[in-house]
């Protein structure tokens, strides 16, 4: 009877031993599975916002900034807890304004006219960012990204008047300011590609907040080449614009 008790606990002590194995490889895989998931994961994150842009450099003052839309896609690589690898692909829309008044001589003709210019380009920009993780759901993102131009075209509306003096005559602004006011209200629009560089590289500085795989992120892009050209000269206008999106994570 001792030795069938003694069978009976060598098996359970066997048994049990085997268990205590069996249930430390399930811990130990299901350790590596989490850390696999939560740190070395791939994801995918469809985004969508507006940009506010302008530009910087020769005869800029009179720009300001002006909201547009952007549109694309990014993969992230997340190899450890603190840093990831971003790359993505984006159109984007900047559009870029100016107000004042401009006078234009036209022959015998004066022209004295408000115009609400926009410069409307349409860019692909492919970001390379880097990613330190400073909380789980607070990233800090820089890197660099170039960019391609697609299209540029100019906008004017022209809203004000004009006036006529008589051909041939001799006038002084007293006279100027007494003749008739003819009322203008008109667009004018132009392709201006070839006023402009194809190619530019931005550095974007920004951060992104994360919640249930809702995705917001701000960034500030810096353009560091000239993108606009005077005939065969360079001039110095850089590109400068505010980034902000809303997507959805995809983890893979």
């Given at each position: 009877?001792?030795t069938?008790?003694?069978?009976l606990?060598?098996?359970?002590?066997?048994?049990?031993?085997?268990?205590?194995?069996?249930?430390?490889?399930?811990?130990?895989?299901?350790?590596?599975?989490?850390a696999?998931e939560?740190?070395?994961?791939?994801?995918?994150?469809?985004?969508?916002?507006?940009?506010?842009?302008t530009?910087?450099?020769?005869?800029?003052?009179?720009?300001s900034?002006?909201?547009?839309?952007?549109?694309?896609?990014?993969?992230s690589l997340?190899?450890?807890?603190?840093?990831?690898?971003d790359?993505?692909?984006?159109?984007?829309?900047?559009?870029?304004?100016e107000?004042?008044?401009?006078?234009?001589?036209?022959?015998?003709?004066?022209?004295?006219?408000?115009?609400?210019?926009r410069?409307?380009?349409?860019?692909?920009?492919?970001?390379l960012?880097?990613?330190?993780?400073?909380r789980?759901?607070?990233?800090l993102?820089?890197?660099i990204?170039?960019?391609?131009?697609?299209?540029?075209?100019?906008k004017?509306?022209?809203?004000?008047?004009?006036?006529?003096p008589?051909?041939?005559a001799?006038?002084?602004?007293?006279?100027?300011?007494?003749?008739?006011?003819?009322p203008?209200?008109?667009?004018?629009?132009?392709?201006?590609?070839?006023?402009?560089?194809?190619?530019?590289?931005?550095?974007?500085?920004?951060?992104?907040?994360?919640w249930?795989?809702?995705?917001l992120?701000?960034?500030?892009?810096?353009?560091?080449?000239?993108?606009?050209k005077?005939?065969?000269?360079?001039?110095?206008?850089?590109?400068?614009?505010?980034?902000l999106?809303l997507g959805?994570?995809?983890n893979l």
């Open positions: 009877m001792q069938v008790w003694g069978l606990l060598c098996f359970n002590k066997e048994t049990n031993m085997k268990r205590i194995i069996l249930s430390l490889f399930a811990l130990v895989a299901a350790g590596m599975a989490t696999q939560e740190y070395s994961r791939w994801s995918v994150t469809p985004k969508a916002g507006l940009t506010v842009a530009v910087v450099g020769d005869d800029t003052q009179e720009n900034s002006s909201m547009a839309w952007a549109a694309g896609l990014e993969a997340r190899p450890g807890r603190l840093l990831s690898f790359f993505g692909m984006f159109y984007t829309r900047d559009r870029i304004k107000e004042g008044q401009i006078n234009y001589p036209n022959g015998n003709q004066f022209n004295f006219t408000a115009s609400h210019f410069l409307v380009t349409e860019r692909l920009d492919m970001p960012l880097l990613g330190l993780h400073v789980p759901e607070l990233t993102k820089a890197g990204q170039p960019s391609l131009l697609m299209s540029a075209t100019s004017y509306h022209f809203a004000g008047f004009y006036v006529e008589p051909l041939n001799i006038y002084t602004d007293a006279d100027l300011a007494d003749l008739p006011k003819i203008v209200d008109r667009d004018e629009k132009a392709g201006v590609k070839s006023q402009m560089y194809d190619f530019d590289i931005c550095i974007p500085v920004g951060a992104s907040y994360e249930k795989n809702i995705v992120d701000a960034r500030y892009h810096f353009g560091l080449l000239s993108i606009a005077d005939g065969d000269k360079k001039q110095d206008v850089n590109r400068r614009y505010l980034l999106t959805y994570k995809f």
